[in-house]
């Protein structure tokens, strides 16, 4: 039977997230009204909507929408896309790839489940740890001496879910270089992606550049619509798409249709979208800086080069769990701690994708004002 740890980031959210008067540490975007997604379609998604009949889908997903996946990379075709919740894809593609007594290399600090299923099923996990003192670094020297001839799987997530951290092109190419130089499969959670401040720092997406890479992405973060739960896997890898498709029958089987239909809206008018999101990033990142000046006694960070997160390290506090769990209760402000992330209790998560940011920044910045002069 699969056991597998409470998942401690989110069981925090399902505390806090739709009670909490003002959110300081959402990992996405700011939402797109519905009505602004079905202004966007055109005449041929308009008419599918209008005439859509509540039926089951294709478990891979619809067509089109995989059509319109596939137009963001560069190498990759509609039938190498599996349409998955983004949660789903993660255990969709460990469930198919590993075995007990396997060991596999995730990113950490990271987004739990990266790392969780792999344990559940029996893998042993070695941490790709970032470097705080050199702007949350990962080297990939210390990859390499963390790799072993049982390494089955390496998970990677860039831009990084907490810290925001892009690694230089260079890097990346370094790093699919060598997996492909020991057939080792990558998983690439590139949930953040095209949130880049600037857009030529931008990473190729992993399956482009190696054949047993599995790209992550999906409509949650980048383009604020988390509530369609619409994901996706992209691999070149035939054999292993083919086993992670069977696998969702046992999981969702497939996606809702009218989702489907209005991520396929918004994919084609991505560019759109995501300028929408950059542009608000770009203000909330400036808010980010002024507020990590002013604050520098209390708190210290900066804003990230990509992603709509930051990890910052908090000065005038030895325990951020019970710090986040006072903030909650005497402003009505969450914020998530680093003991969520396993991370110690030093620093915090701050998301900076909403629209309401620079308010919520300010409230917090007289609370630290108050509270520590």
Same mark, same amino acid.
């Given at each position: &039977?699969?056991?597998?740890?409470?998942?401690?980031?989110?069981?925090?959210?399902?505390?806090? =997230?739709?009670?909490?008067?003002?959110?300081?540490?959402?990992?996405?975007?700011?939402?797109?009204?519905?009505?602004?997604? $079905?202004?966007?379609?055109?005449?041929?998604?308009?008419? $599918?909507?209008?005439?859509?009949?509540?039926?089951?889908?294709? !478990?891979?997903?619809?067509?089109? *929408?995989?059509?319109?996946?596939?137009? +963001?990379?560069?190498?990759?075709?509609?039938?190498?896309? $599996?349409?998955?919740?983004?949660?789903?894809?993660?255990?969709?593609?460990?469930?198919?790839?590993?075995?007990?007594?396997?060991?596999?290399?995730?990113?950490?600090?990271?987004? #739990?489940?990266?790392?969780?299923? %792999?344990? !559940?099923?029996?893998?042993?996990?070695?941490?790709?740890?970032?470097?705080?003192?050199?702007?949350?670094?990962? %080297?990939?020297?210390?990859?390499?001496?963390?790799?072993?001839?049982?390494?089955?799987?390496?998970?990677?997530?860039?831009?990084?879910?907490?810290?925001?951290? /892009?690694?230089?092109?260079?890097?990346?190419?370094?790093?699919?270089?060598? *997996?492909?130089?020991?057939?080792?499969?990558?998983?690439?959670?590139?949930?953040?992606?095209?949130? =880049?401040?600037?857009?030529?720092?931008? /990473?190729?997406?992993?399956?482009? $550049?190696?054949?047993?890479?599995? !790209?992550?992405?999906? *409509?949650?973060?980048?383009?604020?619509?988390?509530?369609?739960? +619409?994901?996706?896997?992209?691999?070149?890898?035939?054999?292993?798409?083919?086993?992670?498709?069977?696998?969702?029958?046992?999981?969702? @089987?497939?996606? !809702?249709?009218?989702?489907? +239909?209005?991520? *396929? &809206?918004?994919?084609?008018?991505?560019?759109? +979208?995501?300028? #929408?999101?950059?542009?608000?990033?770009?203000?909330?990142?400036?808010?980010?800086?002024?507020?990590?000046?002013?604050?520098?006694?209390? @708190?210290?960070?900066?804003?990230?080069?990509?992603?709509?997160?930051?990890?910052?390290? &908090? #000065?005038?506090?030895?325990?951020?769990?019970?710090?986040?769990?006072?903030? @909650?209760?005497?402003?009505?402000?969450?914020?998530?701690?680093?003991?969520?992330? %396993?991370?110690?209790?030093?620093?915090?998560?701050?998301?900076?994708?909403?629209?309401?940011?620079? =308010?919520?920044?300010?409230?917090?910045?007289?609370?630290?004002?108050?509270?520590?002069?």
């Amino acid at each position: &039977m699969m056991k597998i740890e409470p998942f401690a980031l989110e069981r925090y959210f399902a505390r806090y =997230e739709f009670t909490a008067r003002h959110l300081l540490s959402c990992s996405d975007c700011e939402s797109l009204p519905m009505a602004d997604v $079905l202004a966007m379609a055109d005449d041929a998604t308009r008419d $599918l909507w209008d005439h859509l009949r509540l039926g089951y889908t294709d !478990s891979q997903g619809h067509p089109l *929408l995989r059509e319109a996946i596939a137009a +963001i990379y560069d190498d990759i075709r509609p039938q190498d896309i $599996l349409v998955t919740v983004p949660e789903e894809g993660i255990f969709l593609l460990m469930q198919a790839l590993l075995n007990p007594g396997d060991h596999v290399v995730c990113t950490f600090p990271g987004y #739990q489940s990266l790392y969780a299923v %792999a344990q !559940s099923i029996g893998c042993s996990v070695s941490y790709w740890t970032a470097d705080e003192s050199h702007g949350w670094r990962f %080297a990939i020297d210390r990859l390499e001496s963390i790799l072993q001839n049982s390494t089955r799987l390496v998970v990677t997530n860039f831009p990084h879910n907490p810290t925001g951290y /892009l690694p230089p092109r260079e890097d990346f190419e370094a790093l699919v270089d060598l *997996l492909r130089q020991r057939n080792i499969p990558l998983l690439a959670d590139e949930m953040y992606r095209f949130l =880049e401040q600037n857009a030529e720092d931008r /990473l190729p997406a992993a399956c482009d $550049l190696y054949d047993q890479a599995v !790209s992550l992405f999906g *409509l949650s973060k980048t383009f604020g619509l988390p509530g369609l739960r +619409i994901g996706w896997l992209a691999t070149r890898n035939q054999a292993l798409g083919t086993r992670m498709g069977r696998l969702k029958d046992y999981t969702t @089987i497939c996606s !809702s249709a009218p989702s489907e +239909i209005l991520a *396929l &809206m918004a994919l084609r008018n991505r560019d759109a +979208i995501i300028a #929408q999101q950059n542009a608000r990033l770009q203000k909330n990142r400036a808010a980010l800086d002024r507020f990590f000046r002013v604050q520098a006694g209390c @708190i210290t960070g900066q804003s990230p080069p990509a992603g709509s997160l930051c990890f910052p390290r &908090m #000065q005038t506090v030895a325990d951020t769990y019970t710090f986040c769990e006072e903030l @909650i209760q005497e402003t009505g402000i969450m914020l998530a701690p680093s003991r969520l992330f %396993a991370y110690g209790d030093h620093h915090v998560r701050i998301g900076f994708g909403r629209e309401d940011f620079p =308010e919520v920044l300010a409230r917090f910045g007289d609370y630290l004002k108050m509270r520590f002069g």
